[in-house]
């Protein structure tokens, strides 16, 4: 009688449990796995943070990878916090600090960005996106000619990389050194013909050259690329109005919607 409570017993425990083995299971595939969709990789990580059951690196990658999803939908704060805890159980996690670097930026803590893409740096110099995440909020600080070195690190570590070039035309540009931003942009261009911001970023410099029929056409590859962004629509209005108008007319117009446009902002990668 004993033994058949034992036998009923064991086979009752192994009905119950191994659906929540399973479900875990898929939790775990969901916050690790690298083809999650965004929602499963949240609900997967949040469960695997709750369990209890990772330490260490293990953990702080659920962190990180939770951390970028919110990141991705601009939950800043939320996004930072969890890139936090990731750091504290994995200091040495560059791929981290990149990404906190840029949950910063986007927050407007540019002092704060600039410190973790640094310590990212110091421990692996070789990330070409941690200068361009660097370089942009430097920039954004009003510090153009570090975030030229910045940009012109990240062209040296992957000469291929758009992003670097048409970052780099944009601190050109403010600086006012129209036409090595127009260099700049041309590569960036060459690299991706479909980079609607490098299209705009151009098309401004052209026009406070006074180059007003190449900004034009500039801007209307922008809006044929991204419908949706109205800058490059006001640019184009500007570019317009400046080329019927005698000189200087336009030029307050065009640095008074630049002004206000602030600076375009790059994704980082999907996994930190």
């Known amino acids: 009688m004993k033994v058949g409570y034992q036998v009923a017993f064991s086979l009752l425990m192994a009905l119950t449990t191994g659906p929540v083995f399973a479900q875990t299971q898929e939790q775990l595939d969901w916050c690790y796995g690298k083809d999650s969709a965004p929602e499963k990789t949240v609900d997967g990580c949040t469960a695997v943070i709750q369990s209890g059951t990772k330490t260490g690196k293990d953990l702080a990658l659920a962190f990180a990878y939770r951390g970028f999803v919110l990141l991705k939908r601009g939950k800043l704060d939320s996004a930072i916090q969890d890139f936090g805890e990731a750091i504290r159980l994995d200091p040495i996690d560059a791929n981290t600090r990149i990404n906190r670097c840029t949950a910063y930026s986007f927050a407007g803590r540019f002092d704060q960005a600039i410190e973790d893409c640094s310590e990212a740096i110091r421990l692996n110099p070789k990330i070409a996106r941690t200068f361009v995440n660097r370089g942009f909020?430097?920039?954004?600080?009003?510090?153009?000619?570090?975030?030229i070195k910045d940009y012109g690190e990240a062209i040296r570590l992957d000469p291929k990389l758009a992003i670097a070039y048409n970052g780099r035309g944009k601190a050109y540009g403010d600086k006012g050194d129209y036409d090595n931003a127009i260099k700049d942009y041309d590569r960036a261009?060459?690299?991706?013909?479909?980079?609607?911001?490098?299209?705009?970023?151009?098309?401004?410099a052209h026009a406070r050259k006074g180059e007003y029929d190449r900004a034009i056409a500039d801007f209307d590859q922008a809006i044929r690329l991204d419908p949706q962004d109205k800058f490059p629509v006001e640019n184009r209005a500007l570019a317009?109005?400046?080329?019927?108008?005698?000189?200087?007319?336009?030029q307050q117009a065009i640095e008074r919607s630049i002004e206000a446009q602030g600076v375009p902002t790059s994704r980082p990668s999907r996994r930190p």
């Open 240 to 250: 317009v109005e400046k080329s019927r108008k005698p000189p200087n007319a336009l």
């Open 137 to 147: 909020a430097y920039r954004n600080k009003g510090d153009y000619d570090n975030a």
């Open 189 to 204: 261009i060459e690299l991706n013909p479909n980079y609607a911001d490098a299209f705009n970023g151009r098309g401004v």
